[in-house]
């Protein structure tokens, strides 16, 4: 089992609609979560990023951190084309400045017009 | 704002060839990361640097070496590459020693070994 997973997708949304992106980690000491979209061949956009239980909103994007759960999403209000890519959930194991990200394998999106 | 830099963009190499990445930092940044990502796969992490010092070691072959140069810019030597090394290679740039541990990445190395 992957220390983080996603599911691989495709996720086909129509353009306007909102589209939900789940994450679930199995390293409870997990500190960090993070969202990053990458297109094909580019590296990985920082999209969110959520430390704490609850919600958090900036723009069309919404990120959601359950912690007792293990579980984070990404949810993507009005979209777009252009959002169509691959969303990668990252975990920051540990609490120091310097921790590796486990990436999950990315879920990919697919907004049709 | 600047951005992490990588070079080269493209790198071709025969099998047993070496093969030198070079990473610069955002500007104060003092950690570094590098990830490897295969066709189809999510970034795999190899090995990171905070303040020129070796931090963490992933999955990275023997074959590889990675430092952190006094400037802070870091160069991961590859040798005797195998086909299977064919891949993108991020590196990573954050702020570890203020705890703020967003990780910015380059645009990425491509790695052909034919």
């Known amino acids: 089992q992957k220390e983080v997973e996603q599911n691989s997708g495709p996720l086909s949304v129509p353009e306007g609609a909102i589209a939900s992106l789940n994450c679930t980690y199995s390293?409870?000491?997990?500190?960090?979560f993070f969202w990053y979209r990458q297109y094909s061949g580019k590296s990985p956009e920082l999209i969110m990023f959520?430390?704490?239980?609850g919600d958090k909103e900036d723009g069309r994007f919404t990120a959601q951190l359950n912690k007792a759960s293990q579980y984070v999403s990404l949810l993507i209000r009005d979209s777009q084309p252009s959002d169509s890519a691959t969303y990668l959930c990252?975990?920051?194991?540990?609490?120091?400045?310097?921790?590796?990200?486990?990436f999950g394998a990315g879920t990919r999106l697919a907004v049709h017009p | 704002a600047a951005g992490v830099i990588q070079s080269p963009r493209h790198l071709i190499k025969e099998k047993r060839e070496t093969a030198t990445l070079k990473c610069y930092p955002i500007?104060?940044?003092?950690?570094v990361y590098w990830y490897q990502q295969g066709p189809g796969q999510d970034p795999q992490f190899l090995i990171s640097?905070?303040?020129?010092?070796?931090?963490d070691k992933g999955s990275i072959p023997d074959r590889f070496s990675a430092q952190q140069f006094s400037d802070y810019h870091s160069e991961l030597n590859m040798s005797s590459l195998e086909l299977g090394d064919s891949a993108l290679y991020f590196c990573?740039?954050?702020?570890?020693?203020?705890?703020?541990?967003?990780?910015?990445f380059g645009a990425g190395t491509r790695l052909s070994v034919l």
């Open positions: 640097f905070y303040e020129k010092m070796q931090s």
């Open positions: 500007p104060r940044h003092d950690t």
């Open positions: 990573a740039s954050s702020l570890g020693s203020q705890g703020i541990d967003i990780q910015y």
């Open positions: 390293d409870r000491g997990s500190q960090s």
């Open positions: 990252a975990v920051r194991q540990g609490s120091g400045g310097y921790n590796k990200l486990i």
């Open positions: 959520i430390y704490s239980n």
